[in-house]
């Protein structure tokens, strides 16, 4: 039986390499998260059956290989088995959408001046977004949530020695990978100052700069979404905003939280708002997550403060009306959060089951 691992799939899709993707799960498991490109049918429950016609009415392009995936690996086997029986070069995704979560590409987000290159470094099977920003023969990594050895591989590519690692906010949908990657990097890891974790990290405050090459980092504290959350400006140009301010929506101020407290940072949330909105409009904007699947296209996830005004309602209220909508407007928590909190709290990975633990779409925005 032919099976292909993620590694292979996710560099197959980032190279362009002809393949079809074929997703067997049924539609409720589909549209929680998908791979980028796939095409779609609901074969289960008749390829649970074992109806030889599973997939009978299904056209596929010749000569291109087929990659079967459903949730976990089982039964996109009994598919693979049945394209191969008709002659087609057919696949099974190892460990199927739960592996698929720590699939990844890159696009590099256009910087005027070549002075520093800023990477977006994605989670597509997640929507976690992290930042490799290199200048000269420096780099930091921001919000690390993928293996260490990516960001590790990447900077070698480009001649990049990660030198500093740092978080926007202690993470709630995601295990960090920050602390792991500055012990195997030597780099110095840089969090917002805050009492949380139980782990020695160098704190950053609101205002404290960070030299990369010859380009200056500035943290602006910006709590709300977590008590400690902070954004980090590139040059006066790029806001990497974490988890505050998203293209079409802001931050959640619920998680980890009690009654009062979520108040208190939905209100927090507004000020810290009104200091980015003050910023140029044409400020390029950065943030930590997305909501759906990340395309292999190499287009970056980015807005401008100008085009998110337009986009989201809310951040033109008053603080009381936008505090009654976006309460109004919290969705569902994440699948396991207080045990990932504890986990990035104290700086440690879980010995085995992080892709059950960290299973589910990420929801840290209203929009
Ligand atoms: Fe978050």
């Avoid at 590694?7 to 589909?30: A, K």
């Avoid at 049918?41 to 290989?65: E, H, R, T």
């Avoid at 840089?190 to 700069?209: A, C, H, K, M, N």
């Amino acid at each position: 039986m032919k099976t292909i691992d993620v590694e292979t799939l996710r560099t197959w899709l980032e190279e362009g390499r002809p393949v079809t993707v074929l997703d067997i799960r049924p539609m409720h498991e589909r549209v929680e998260w998908s791979i980028p490109g796939s095409m779609h049918i609901d074969a289960y429950d008749a390829l649970k059956a074992n109806d030889p016609k599973a997939l009978a009415n299904v056209g596929f392009p010749g000569d291109i290989p087929v990659v079967t995936v459903c949730a976990a690996g089982k039964t996109s086997l009994i598919a693979a088995e049945l394209l191969q029986a008709w002659g087609i070069e057919a696949f099974s995704l190892d460990g199927g959408m739960k592996a698929w979560s720590l699939a990844w590409n890159v696009a590099e987000v256009p910087v005027t001046g070549d002075t520093v290159h800023v990477l977006q470094v994605r989670r597509t099977g997640k929507g976690c977004l992290s930042y490799l920003i290199g200048a000269g023969e420096e780099a930091i990594v921001i919000d690390a949530a993928l293996d260490p050895q990516v960001y590790l591989d990447l900077a070698y590519h480009y001649g990049w020695q990660i030198e500093r690692v740092l978080d926007t906010h202690i993470h709630a949908d995601h295990l960090s990978r920050s602390h792991h990657l500055a012990q195997l990097s030597g780099a110095t890891l840089f969090l917002p100052e805050q009492t949380r974790v139980s782990f020695p990290f160098t704190p950053i405050r609101d205002g404290d700069t960070l030299e990369i090459g010859t380009v200056l980092l500035t943290a602006l504290r910006t709590p709300g979404h977590t008590s400690e959350s902070t954004c980090y400006l590139l040059d006066r140009r790029v806001l990497l905003t974490g988890d505050t301010l998203f293209p079409t929506g802001v931050g959640r101020p619920d998680l980890a939280a009690d009654a009062d407290e979520v108040i208190r940072r939905a209100s927090d949330l507004y000020t810290s708002l009104q200091t980015l909105l003050a910023l140029p409009p044409q400020t390029i904007v950065l943030p930590g997550h997305t909501s759906t699947p990340v395309a292999f296209d190499s287009d970056p996830i980015a807005s401008t403060l100008a085009d998110i005004l337009e986009q989201v309602g809310v951040i033109h209220a008053t603080r009381e009306v936008f505090m009654q909508q976006i309460l109004a407007r919290i969705p569902p928590t994440p699948p396991n959060y207080e045990r990932i909190v504890r986990f990035n709290e104290e700086g440690l990975m879980p010995e085995s089951g992080v892709m059950d633990l960290e299973a589910g779409a990420n929801r840290c925005a209203i929009s």
